[in-house]
């Protein structure tokens, strides 16, 4: 907690749900307004897309905000499906200085009490955020 960000409860009890049960596709969380918690924004059943997460993004930066996410990554590797959930800070270039400030130096406080996740993007534009660079970035690990 270096910046004084606190995650709220209700952020691992989500998280918990994904890794253990597979029960959403993704999560996103948000800095609340007054800048003390690590909240839920949003919890994605299995009838979204990955094109409805990167929408969700795309609105924050919008508003010239940052986000943290959770994807549950599902891929065929050697004809096996594959399931890895992958971290992301999402800090546009358009985002003021103090979200990606508050994101930065907050993003510890989640992540330390993440386990199990398989990778860790910061993406910054949209070519981050394509799948074949979240596919390249999970698979890795396997090469």
């Not at 839920?40 to 094109?51: C, L, M, Q």
């Not at 905000?65 to 971290?87: G, K, S, T, W």
Request: hydrophobic share 40%; with cysteine.
């Amino acid at each position: 907690m270096a910046s004084g960000v606190a995650v709220a409860d209700e952020c691992m009890r989500v998280y918990d749900e994904i890794k253990m049960g597979h029960r959403w596709l993704y999560i996103i969380y948000r800095v609340s307004e007054d800048l003390k918690t690590i909240i839920v924004e949003e919890k994605a059943g299995h009838d979204k897309t990955y094109s409805d997460f990167v929408e969700k993004l795309k609105q924050a930066e919008a508003k010239r905000q940052c986000r943290y996410a959770v994807f549950d990554v599902r891929f065929m590797h050697n004809d096996i499906p594959q399931e890895r959930l992958a971290f992301f800070l999402w800090s546009p270039d358009t985002a003021t200085i103090k979200q990606k400030m508050i994101y930065t130096s907050s993003k510890q406080a989640l992540r330390n009490k993440m386990r199990g996740i398989h990778a860790e993007i910061q993406c910054t534009e949209d070519a981050d955020l394509t799948m074949s660079n979240i596919l390249e970035r999970i698979c890795s690990k396997y090469t």
